[in-house]
């Protein structure tokens, strides 16, 4: 098993910064996949960056986010610039294992961005 924590949510005002971390504890190893989804209220769950062998932005993030991901650490950050008022969303933390097809998904953090 696979446990996920975030860190770093909170509220900024529209063109402002965030930074969230995750670190993975327990059975990390094989974990081939790491990133970010959110979901926003009243709206499904949507990619936002992960990183593997191949890193993936949503074209709604792409130029602002940032995702990094530290192996060793079992950590993966996402660093957002220019926020806007449409990324208020719950952010959580994804991790994939490859070989199982298991998926792995944090409690998440409530990102407010207000115009």
């Known amino acids: 098993q696979v446990q996920l924590v975030e860190s770093g949510g909170g509220s900024v005002q529209a063109g402002g910064s965030l930074t969230l971390s995750c670190a993975a504890s327990?059975?990390?190893?094989?974990?081939?996949?790491m990133g970010w989804h959110r979901q926003a209220p009243g709206s499904q769950r949507e990619l936002v960056a992960i990183?593997?062998?191949?890193?993936t932005y949503a074209d709604s993030v792409k130029g602002r986010f940032a995702i990094s991901r530290d192996i060793a650490k079992n950590t993966v950050d996402l660093q957002m610039n220019s926020l806007k008022p449409e990324d208020t969303a719950v952010y959580y933390c994804?991790?994939?294992?490859?070989?199982?097809?298991?998926?792995?998904w944090g409690q998440g953090t409530q990102v407010t961005v207000s115009s």
């Open positions: 994804y991790a994939y294992r490859w070989a199982s097809g298991s998926e792995y």
């Open positions: 327990g059975t990390v190893s094989g974990i081939h996949v």
């Open positions: 990183t593997g062998s191949h890193t």
